[in-house]
């Protein structure tokens, strides 16, 4: 069956320290990625996608996320994080353009001072 | 900016109720979705639509139905609300392009209580 899996549900980063967020799918091909956000008491907000190409993509709010087929994963990372990005972290997967999307459980960033 | 507004943030209910849970994008999207959102399963999709009048099933239909009368406006009903329809329920609107590729645009969620 399809998964999406997120193995870390809360990760606690100190502010200005790097962030790197893990995802993992189970496709045969590569499916299509996407990183959103949700901030507290609010909708989800796409940070960013990967379809094909360049597997570094950059996306909203200085982040990045790397694609790596051997290790079937979708990590997000942020070089320096800020008090602001405290919120659920969601990585979703599609397998094709025409498929709804699987969303991971999520993992909730806490940042301290 | 695209805007999706749900009509309540917040919404108590008793058991054997008929609940409606209203949902309206701003953007003259082809897509909408309706997905439930619980602690440690992430969100779920219910049902989405395509065109006006047209719905399909999600990963976990049971319990629920959906209404689409008009294109910018996608309904959820629980014919009778139990408790452990008890959630957050989320809603969304994408372009229409592909459901797979396109951006989705989230409602601010409704959090349903069933007594």
């Known amino acids: 069956a399809q998964s999406v899996t997120q193995p870390d549900i809360h990760i606690t980063v100190s502010e200005g320290a790097s962030l790197e967020l893990r995802c993992n799918y189970s496709?045969?091909?590569?499916?299509?990625l996407f990183w959103y956000v949700q901030s507290p008491g609010q909708g989800l907000q796409l940070l960013l996608k990967?379809?094909?190409?360049?597997?570094l993509v950059q996306g909203i709010k200085g982040f990045e996320a790397e694609f790596k087929r051997s290790q079937s994963s979708f990590n997000l990372r942020k070089p320096s994080v800020h008090w602001s990005d405290a919120a659920e972290y969601f990585c979703?997967?599609?397998?094709?353009?025409?498929?709804?999307?699987?969303f991971g459980k999520g993992t909730m960033l806490l940042v301290s001072p | 900016d695209v805007k999706v507004t749900q009509s309540s943030r917040y919404l108590v209910k008793r058991t054997g109720e008929k609940v409606f849970l209203e949902c309206v994008q701003d953007?003259?999207?082809?897509?909408m979705f309706w997905y439930r959102q619980d602690p440690g399963l992430g969100l779920r999709l219910i049902y989405f639509?395509?065109?006006?009048?047209?719905?399909e099933k999600g990963d976990i239909p049971e319990g629920y139905s959906v209404s689409r009368e008009k294109k910018e406006r996608f309904s959820l009903i629980l014919e009778s609300a139990s408790t452990n329809q008890t959630s957050m329920y989320l809603c969304?609107?994408?372009?229409?392009?592909?459901?797979?590729?396109?951006?989705?645009?989230f409602g601010p969620g409704t959090r349903l209580t069933v007594l």
């Open positions: 969304a609107s994408s372009l229409g392009q592909g459901v797979g590729t396109d951006t989705q645009y």
């Open positions: 496709y045969g091909a590569t499916p299509y």
């Open positions: 990967y379809f094909s190409g360049d597997t």
């Open positions: 979703a997967v599609a397998p094709t353009g025409y498929s709804t999307l699987t």
């Open positions: 953007m003259d999207h082809e897509n």
């Open positions: 639509s395509y065109d006006v009048k047209m719905k």
